[in-house]
């Protein structure tokens, strides 16, 4: 009993010199060697041991001139081999025990065995994924420890399916046909590239049946596969399409509905752009918030410089489009010189609030990101928003008046000018709401409208002048057929084919896809 | 007595007079300072006019003054060539410090060849070439793409590349390089994936998810990218949206530095590799003196210093130690008194002018940290010499250059001839 006390408190001895040396050794070794003490640490079984090791995956280890490891924690320093509350003679000399990708990589799975001990469920799962991610002999160890003590039956299934993982590498071949079988079903991509390289290539497996059991379950997998591909494609398409919508809706109201051609529709997108940083500034603390109330105020500073450019310029041009091509295009170098002087040339960063970034993980192989799928939503809802301010208000009323007779409707008493200064507004204003979902994708910079005025005429003329819903369909459109040709002719090759079809199109059908019938249209 | 020292005076003071106008040396500034390089260029202007007035300070070069000739190219490939010819000709400067795109060093490169021009060339570039009239103080492909391609596949344990790059000369023959080297490593044609994307490429959703693909295939994979300018803050905000971390799949970079981290938002991209000759962040006496000189100088205290202004400083440097070797600024005496010449670097070590007008230099790898700075994680034991011509290329295999013992900067070593080109 003695021997067996005296024994127990030797080993806890040894563990902590062990964990005291290893701690020690950390700030002058190299990264290599930082991987090997973290796996003695982690063996060490100290109390500290977590602690330090989660510590310093966040940043938080720093070390002396003489070498002794200090935590940070919320309230001040701790000592790393004792846990204990302790004041570095120097705070400032401290140097932190810095981390590269490979060696976090090792400490990520070096916490997840101690988490495999974790009282959550949920944890478990985690750790038990991690460990799936490399499964070596220590990893395989602990799972099968884990088994027969694990009582939730979710985390049971992980453990289950990563030893059947294991399994595949056994010795004896009726024993990876069995893990084969346990497998079938689970389409992780793990499983999918171990059984692919089992059925396959140069590490086939020995055992013909072996390898017959792995092709057909990669077969079924691969054909489900597939079919996720061709979704995630048709996402992306839809996704780069909302921001060609998006882009375009403004000028198929100045462009389409009012026949200003305006080369500074790309800078009023700007303009919404910065306007997403200014919020941003003025409310740092709440990124969200910023960003939904640059919504209207986006639509508010475009919307007024809009106003302001048609009653300076545009409304003494109406009928040269020539020369309102050249006016608009002199204006947009002066807004980009503008922001250029206020903001200077460099890009601003729009930071991506919480809500917008990660992913939704549907399955192994389709996930789809927050902010496109939202940007996505915002853009079928603006378009929604315009087509029932053109169809269902008086104001929009108006406007198809005006655009359709303008001295007609001057005799029936709308007073043309200003129903003029407000549609251009408005589709400024869009614009100004679309450079605020820019703002969350691409760089915001003097040179963002730029970027897309081509793409935005490009998309209204597809479209048919003049008619939103040629607008949603034509930009849709050509933002799958872009994300369909891209995997085989590159992004760069893409575009370009993109470019000419659309203009052997427009050669057939000079109107675009939906054109503008009746009279009014015809008379133009 | 009286008349006798006015006389003096006023001869004293015309020949003094003549002395500043006729002993200046002049040295030309060829950055674009407008367009879509400005911001990156113009700090290299800024950094040569530093170095004048510090070189002036200290009594100018041979008793003389340093005298700074500043152009605008303005992003304009052509207009490079055209202001190089006016730098040459019309203001006769004595060195041109400039470029920085390699399409604007191919332009004003017969410039300087029929005038006898001499330019320093400060950027990382990609190699097959070394002119008479040019020195590359940045580094050639040996001496940045190979070595961190070494360090993610011994370090790291990469087995799967993916090299992207944006649509121009230097991704393209960067890239044609590195894969010839892989492929010399034994990493087979399934496992190199390449990619060009356009200047200002915007929508890297199915790129970033096609990079995911082919990084889940159970290999460790790794991206090597010579995505230049902007198009890179859409390309690291989209890898971050879809939770491809650092540890999974580091991207490392030839093209990011802390001028262009400045102003970002750099949480996407902690983590993610850069491969530099020069990290400010670098803890030397010589480094930190140098910030110190550039901020006040600068009047702004949390401006960055970066590769390719280290770059500028080490050319100036070796420049004037050159002409006060030479005695003179004679483009050919200067070219010749150069070679061999050593300063040290900003962050340890010595750069040597080498025969073929590259220099020697250490290589750094540095990862992305949260303020925007890097932190090394590796470095080459001692500087590696740059290569003008790559060992990798079958075209470029057997040129050599060398302006000492050959005179020749593309001295085919099997047919024993100067193929003559002008490069």
């Known amino acids: 009993m003695f021997c067996l006390q005296a024994g127990a408190a030797m080993a806890q001895a040894a563990a902590g010199h062990e964990f005291d040396t290893a701690v020690a050794a950390l700030p002058t070794a190299s990264y290599l060697e930082k991987e090997e003490l973290a796996g003695r640490i982690a063996r060490s079984a100290h109390p500290q041991a977590l602690t330090l090791l989660r510590g310093w995956l966040d940043g938080k280890l720093h070390a002396d001139a003489a070498g002794h490891a200090y935590l940070e924690g919320e309230g001040g320093y701790t000592d790393a081999l004792s846990g204990a509350a302790a004041t570095p003679a120097s705070p400032d000399e401290l140097e932190k025990i810095g981390t590269n990708n490979r060696l976090r990589k090792a400490l990520k799975g070096l916490l997840a065995q101690f988490g495999l001990a974790s009282a959550e469920p949920g944890m478990r799962i985690e750790a038990v994924r991690e460990m799936r991610r490399e499964l070596d002999e220590s990893a395989v160890a602990a799972l099968q420890a884990r088994l027969p003590q694990e009582t939730d039956a979710a985390v049971k299934h992980e453990i289950e399916l990563a030893l059947a993982l294991a399994g595949l590498a056994s010795e004896e071949p009726a024993q990876r046909l069995a893990a084969i079988a346990s497998l079938d079903g689970d389409r992780s991509t793990e499983v999918y590239n171990r059984l692919s390289r089992m059925a396959s290539g140069d590490e086939a497996d020995a055992d013909a049946a072996v390898r017959n059991a792995a092709g057909a379950a990669v077969r079924s997998i691969d054909s489900w596969r597939s079919f996720y591909q061709g979704v ?42 910065y306007t997403a940083y200014v919020m941003q500034l003025l409310m740092p603390q709440n990124t969200g918030l910023a960003l939904l109330l640059s919504i209207p105020a986006a639509f508010l500073v475009s919307g007024a410089f809009g106003v302001a450019i048609e009653r300076v310029i545009v409304r003494h041009l109406y009928g ?92 029936m008493g709308v007073r043309t000018d200003w129903v003029d200064a407000a549609t251009f507004g408005l589709g400024a204003g869009i614009a100004g709401i679309a450079g605020v979902a820019l703002s969350q994708l691409t760089n915001v910079g003097p040179n963002l409208g730029q970027a897309y005025i081509i793409d935005s005429f490009m998309v209204v003329v597809f479209g048919g002048v003049g008619n939103l819903w040629g607008t949603l369909i034509g930009g849709m459109a050509l933002g799958v057929v872009n994300k369909l040709l891209e995997p085989y002719a590159g992004a760069v090759l893409a575009k370009i084919l993109v470019l000419v079809a659309l203009i052997l199109f427009i050669q057939r059908k000079p109107r675009g896809l939906f054109p503008q019938k009746g009279r009014a249209a015809e008379g133009h | 007595m009286k008349l006798k020292t006015i006389l003096a005076a006023v001869a004293l003071g015309a020949a003094s007079f003549a002395v500043q106008a006729a002993d200046t040396i002049k040295v030309g500034v060829l950055h674009s300072l407008s367009g879509t390089m400005a911001i990156s260029e113009t700090t290299l202007k800024d950094t040569v006019l530093m170095l004048i007035d510090e070189q002036n300070k200290k009594g100018g070069v041979m008793g003389k003054k340093l005298e700074a000739v500043v152009v605008d190219p303005a992003s304009n490939w052509p207009l490079f060539a055209e202001k190089a010819e006016q730098l ?107 990619n060009y994307t356009p200047f200002g490429h915007s929508d890297w959703q199915s790129i970033v998810a096609d990079i995911k693909k082919f990084g889940s295939a159970g290999k460790k994979t790794a991206v090597v990218s010579t995505i230049n300018g902007d198009a890179n803050v859409p390309f690291y905000k989209e890898l971050g949206n879809q939770k491809i971390s650092a540890e999974d799949i580091p991207v490392v970079a030839f093209s990011v530095g802390e001028e262009e981290l400045a102003g970002l938002d750099t949480k996407p991209l902690v983590g993610h590799l850069a491969a530099w000759n020069y990290f400010q962040s670098i803890n030397t006496k010589a480094n930190k003196a140098e910030i110190a000189t550039w901020q006040k100088f600068i009047k ?39 070679i061999g010449l050593e300063v040290p670097n900003l962050t340890g070590g010595t750069a040597k002018m080498l025969p073929n007008h590259h220099l020697t230099k250490p290589v750094y790898i540095g990862e992305i940290r949260e303020d925007g700075q890097f932190d090394i994680v590796w470095q080459t034991k001692g500087e590696v010499a740059g290569d003008a011509w790559s060992d990798y290329l079958p075209g470029s295999k057997d040129v050599e250059a060398d302006w000492v013992k050959l005179k020749c900067g593309n001295y085919n070593t099997k047919t024993k001839k100067c193929s003559g080109q002008n490069y």
């Not at chain 1, 939704?360 to 315009?386: E, G, H, K, P």
């Not at chain 2, 401006?303 to 050319?315: K, L, S, W, Y």
Request: hydrophobic letters at 45%; glycine letters at 8%.
């Open chain 1, 320 to 411: 040269r489009p020539l020369e309102t091509l050249l006016a608009t295009f002199g204006l947009s170098l002066v807004l980009q010189q503008l922001v250029r002087s206020i903001f200077s040339a460099n890009n601003r960063p729009v930071a991506i609030p919480e809500f917008m970034s990660g992913v939704w993980q549907i399955n192994d192989v389709f996930s789809i990101t927050y902010n496109r799928l939202y940007i996505l939503i915002f853009a079928l809802m603006v378009f929604a928003l315009l087509l029932g301010v053109l169809k269902r208000t008086s104001l929009g009323l108006k406007v198809r008046a005006v655009s359709q007779n303008r001295g007609m409707a001057k005799a």
């Open chain 1, 232 to 273: 995630e494609t048709l996402f992306f398409g839809l996704s780069l399409g909302s921001v060609l919508v998006l882009a375009a809706i403004g000028l198929a109201i100045t462009f389409g509905v009012m026949g200003v051609i305006n080369m500074a529709h790309g800078e009023l997108i700007m303009l919404g752009a």
């Open chain 2, 300 to 338: 702004k205290p949390d401006r960055t210093f970066n590769d390719p202004m280290e770059a500028t400083v080490i050319g100036f440097k070796l420049w004037v130690k050159a002409v006060e070797k030479a005695q003179t600024t004679d483009v050919s005496k200067v070219s010749d008194a150069i």
């Open chain 2, 88 to 194: 040459l000709v019309k203001d006769k400067v004595d060195v041109v410090f400039g470029c920085w795109t390699s399409v604007s060093r191919k332009s004003v490169l017969p410039v300087f060849e029929k005038n006898n021009g001499l330019l320093f060339y400060p950027v990382q570039y990609e190699g097959e070439e070394s002119s008479k009239n040019v020195f590359y103080t940045g580094a050639s492909p040996n001496q940045q793409a190979i070595p961190a391609v070494d360090y993610l596949m011994k370090d790291i344990g990469v087995k799967r590349w993916v090299l992207a790059g944006t649509d121009y000369v230097y991704p393209r023959t960067t890239n044609k390089i590195l894969e010839a080297y892989l492929k010399s490593k034994g990493v087979k044609q399934e496992d190199i994936m390449i």
